[in-house]
């Protein structure tokens, strides 16, 4: 097999552990000289590649490959941008081609989320229409978990440890002032369809009483009065309540508490605020002193909190997307399986991204107690493996170290082309 170059790129919002699986995929391809050569990343994610913006990652250091495993945020830059339908827009794929054709790239690896699949299945079909020898490799990552087949998605892990701690933080504070002060507080946490991060916080409390008290998932529809009067039962009861609120709350007739009005560029209706919503409706409804707080980008980027789990297998994935590639694998996805629940046991295993594309995995209903506002043991057993063990970062004057990558720009060879 003759010596080619690959090309990386990061796609949608980034995780803490998304840099673990570049650096897998990275070190995967340097043990491969004698089929892969240079290693260049795409800045900004496929626009990069579209813009024939892109990085020469051979320029790295090992050291600086290898602290990317406990670096959070996107490296190399990431965006939202979701190529369109082939037949109407062939001309951005078309482009993607002929960048991959003048730097000699025939392996892509596009680590992102069900969009991103989509992408890279789309990339893979044209490239052999247009007969050029390309192998298209996705590798998941999305702190929603709502990727199929694969057990977990990378970067749930990690955001589950920090909303589930921070639940478990936040309720003591609350538990020791309610006598006098706040009744309610509201935790918001991400999710659109899929209430998988809203669950992670119901880890932190073990049986009835215990915070949080009311967990408000995508997949149940919000019932003002229902969820009042369960709040007014869990102060009167316990003396405050807990709340974790998914962004993606709605209402019976599909409507986001919290819809913003707009999309975003992956066409997503764009989402803020229901945490206050809710807190609103604490206030107008039952009068008790509340506080509220939106975990927000602190959630997907606390790398100091990462689950030691969810960095394994992060960087397992990145590798494996490299030894999928050099084994011939075209428009695959290396996938996690569950091998044990207790001890909890995983491998890596392919899937093909005709059954990943633009697909979700919803929480199933037997992961949700009856009256829809906790989680059941089920549940329980499922999520607690993803977030034990530790991976802490090295610190250095009392902060963690992060990999500073140089970023060299690689020479165009190509006319400018216009998004």
């Known amino acids: 097999m003759a010596q080619h170059n690959a090309f990386y790129a990061q796609s949608g919002g980034v995780t803490a552990v998304i840099n673990a699986s570049a650096c897998g995929v990275i070190e995967a391809c340097r043990e491969a000289p004698e089929h892969i050569g240079k290693v260049y990343a795409g800045r900004n994610g496929i626009i990069g590649a579209l813009t024939e913006d892109l990085i020469d990652v051979s320029q790295e250091s090992d050291e600086t490959i290898a602290a990317l495993r406990h670096t959070p945020g996107g490296a190399f830059g990431s965006c939202r941008y979701k190529l369109k339908d082939i037949d109407t827009h062939r001309a951005q794929y078309e482009r993607l081609i002929e960048v991959f054709k003048a730097h000699d790239i025939r392996y892509f690896f596009y680590n992102g989320g069900g969009d991103s699949a989509d992408t890279c299945l789309k990339v893979s079909q044209l490239s052999e229409k247009m007969g050029y020898p390309l192998t298209a490799i996705h590798v998941p990552k999305t702190v929603d978990n709502d990727l199929p087949i694969t057990d977990c ?15 478990l933080e936040a309720s003591l504070d609350i538990a ?55 709040v007014e039962y869990c102060v009167r009861e316990y003396g405050y309540c ?44 039952l009068g008790y002193k509340y506080h509220w707080a939106v975990a927000d980008y602190l959630q997907r980027a ?36 569950r091998l044990s629940p207790s001890p909890y046991q995983w491998d890596v295993i ?9 697909r979700e995995t919803f929480m199933p209903r037997d992961f949700i107690s009856e009256n829809g506002f906790g989680i059941t043991q089920a549940c329980r057993d499922h999520l607690s493996p993803l977030i034990q063990g530790e991976d802490f970062p090295p610190f250095k004057n009392g902060l963690p170290v992060v990999a500073k990558p140089r970023l060299e720009k690689v020479d165009k060879r190509l006319p400018e082309f216009t998004l």
């Open 350 to 358: 392919s899937a093909p991204l005709a059954k990943i594309a633009n």
């Open 242 to 285: 807990v709340m974790v609120v998914s962004e993606g709350a709605r209402y019976e007739d599909g409507t986001f508490l919290a819809d913003a009005g707009n999309t975003d560029a992956f066409g997503h209706r764009q989402l803020g605020g229901v945490a206050p919503t809710v807190a609103g409706m604490v206030k107008q409804d």
């Open 176 to 230: 020791s002032m309610c006598a006098t002060s706040t009744k309610v507080f509201v935790l918001e946490v991400m999710g659109r369809h899929a209430g998988w991060i809203a669950a992670a916080g119901g880890l932190a409390g073990q049986g009835e009483g215990e915070p949080p008290h009311v967990i408000i998932f995508p997949e149940i529809a919000f019932d003002r009065e229902a969820v009042m009067a369960r």
């Open 153 to 167: 998605s990378p970067g749930f892990g990690s955001v589950a440890k920090y909303i589930a701690t921070s639940t």
């Open 302 to 337: 606390a790398r100091h909190l990462a689950s030691k789990t969810d960095v394994e297998q992060a960087y397992a994935v990145g590798r494996e997307a490299v030894a999928l590639a050099l084994a011939g694998k075209n428009s695959m996805m290396p996938a996690i399986r």
